[in-house]
């Protein structure tokens, strides 16, 4: 199960695939300590081949928007769309699960999508303990720059009574923008390769992450006694791409 998305999107051009991406990730910011043993939320990174041109697709032509028929067949063509999730399993072609992957073994090749799961379901046994599922969720947008995607991640505390009354903590999950490889550790100078971890900020809610001079800055919203409410950190080195195709690529 997956939080109802509340967050805006970020986008640019691919220096290898010269595609253009789109990234996101699940949270709800209105319910953000919510916890479910069934929660499953992910960041992902979606392309569009045929960009900067239009194509009709799922088999469905979409008209004119003068024509009285263009909102059901707009609304037909998206429900047609493949899905991450699909239980039948039908639309691995499109999308690639890479959780866990840090060396880009994983990288998608002819699919058209990579996905990231924060979590691992518990079982749906209610004598089961809360032990695997941390029931992380994206904080706030992502951030696309040099070729790396910046999630701002919150784990809502664990426990029960006054433990489940903490703040809870927040996390940088850094992913290769095509790949969606697992870049975490290289925020953190002399950090080794660690598939499954993101990088531990602190206590409290990360906002979005804003890029200033190759540094990122963000709020974090913790305990009452916090003064320092800035947190900044030094962004991974990566790639530029000469923009002469009027949009945003990945060294902007």
Not at 53 to 72: A, S
Not at 94 to 100: A, P
Request: charged fraction near 20%.
């Amino acid at each position: 199960m997956h939080d109802t998305h509340f967050f805006s999107m970020d986008a640019g051009i691919g220096v290898t695939t010269r595609d253009f991406w789109l990234f996101g990730g699940t949270g709800n910011f209105n319910k953000l300590a919510s916890r479910s043993r069934t929660m499953d939320n992910i960041i992902y990174g979606i392309r569009d081949r045929d960009y900067p041109f239009f194509k009709h697709l799922n088999g469905v032509v979409i008209p004119r928007q003068t024509d009285p028929t263009f909102v059901e067949m707009a609304h037909l063509g998206a429900n047609a769309a493949p899905a991450i999730d699909n239980p039948d399993g039908s639309q691995t072609a499109q999308c690639k699960n890479v959780t866990g992957d840090a060396d880009g073994t994983e990288c998608p090749s002819t699919e058209d999508a990579w996905y990231i799961k924060l979590d691992q379901q518990d079982g749906l046994d209610p004598n089961d303990l809360l032990t695997t599922n941390t029931m992380r969720k994206t904080s706030a947008p992502p951030t696309l720059f040099q070729g790396q995607v910046y999630f701002p991640i919150y784990e809502p505390p664990a426990g029960t009574g006054e433990e489940s009354c903490r703040i809870g903590n927040a996390f940088i999950c850094a992913s290769d923008d095509e790949c969606g490889t697992n870049n975490s550790h290289k925020l953190v100078k002399g950090s080794t390769a660690n598939a499954e971890a993101c990088t531990f900020v602190r206590e409290g809610v990360l906002s979005e992450l804003v890029v200033f001079d190759n540094t990122l800055f963000a709020n974090i919203a913790g305990p009452p006694d916090m003064k320092d409410t800035l947190y900044q950190i030094t962004a991974i080195a990566g790639e530029v791409l000469s923009n002469s195709g009027g949009w945003r690529d990945v060294g902007f």
